[in-house]
């Protein structure tokens, strides 16, 4: 079954496996699955699996957490060589300070570097002051600021205000994750721009952002 792989791909990420995890990769590719598809048939599902099995109770926060890192640590195994042309957009994403969810983020950056994007990934537990310095940094005006606990969601506006502090109310903040889904008031409360519902919405929204580098930051 077209499922059965990455159920076995979801099983390494929780057992800590990540040469299992690898294995699981090549085997997919060596039944003949082009490396452009890897994401999507086999990666995303068996993250959704990861995420759905935190949110029902099945795993713990801890298990969660190093389940996640596994899968950062394979995620280049399942990535095709980007053949778009480069958008010129440059695109910030983290999580918020005190959060270690990188499963959506994760999903939603592949599928931007994908498009041909500019993706600087900040990982988790990304101070405020951190999304405001790398902007600086790298010319970007996309900030995508991920967040799945009510608490470091209503932590955001600290980001917001952070770039206000700086006279930067230039830069267009995003945010992502299951509160702000939930309640539209929280992300509007904290001054975000719009909310990333997934990858196919994170495209859209920067698609019709199309906002460049004001020069040359970090690659991708």
Same mark, same amino acid.
């Given at each position: ?14 057992? #800590? ?5 690898? +294995? ?11 490396? %452009?598809?890897?994401?999507?048939? /086999?990666? +995303?599902?068996? $993250?959704? $699996? ?20 596994? +899968? &950062? #640590? ?10 778009? #042309? ?9 999580? $918020? ?34 999304? =405001?310095?790398? +902007?600086? &940094? ?10 799945? $606990?009510?608490?470091?969601? %209503? ?30 008031? =929280? ?17 859209? /929204?920067?698609? %019709? ?6 020069? &040359?930051?970090?690659? %991708?």
């Amino acid at each position: 079954m077209a499922d059965d792989a990455a159920a076995h791909l979801y099983q390494a990420f929780v057992s #800590q496996d990540p040469a299992r995890a690898i +294995a699981v990769i090549e085997q997919k590719r060596a039944a003949g699955v082009p490396q %452009r598809r890897l994401f999507d048939n /086999l990666f +995303a599902p068996a $993250m959704s $699996m990861l995420g759905g099995a935190w949110a029902a109770g099945q795993i713990d926060e801890v298990a969660f957490t190093q389940a996640a890192v596994v +899968a &950062e #640590q394979v995620t280049s195994f399942v990535i095709a060589p980007s053949t778009a #042309q480069d958008s010129g957009v440059t695109v910030l994403v983290g999580t $918020m300070h005190h959060d270690f969810h990188a499963v959506d983020k994760d999903i939603a950056s592949g599928a931007l570097k994908e498009a041909g994007h500019r993706v600087i990934d900040l990982g988790v537990d990304v101070r405020p002051a951190e999304f =405001l310095e790398r +902007a600086e &940094e790298s010319g970007a005006r996309i900030v995508i600021v991920f967040a799945q $606990m009510i608490g470091t969601a %209503r932590d955001v506006v600290r980001v917001r205000e952070m770039f206000k502090a700086a006279g930067r109310d230039d830069l267009v903040l995003l945010v992502a994750g299951s509160p702000f889904s939930a309640d539209v008031a =929280l992300a509007k409360g904290g001054g975000a721009n719009g909310i990333v519902r997934g990858a196919e919405s994170a495209l859209k /929204l920067v698609a %019709r952002l199309g906002l460049p580098a004001k020069h &040359e930051g970090a690659g %991708r």
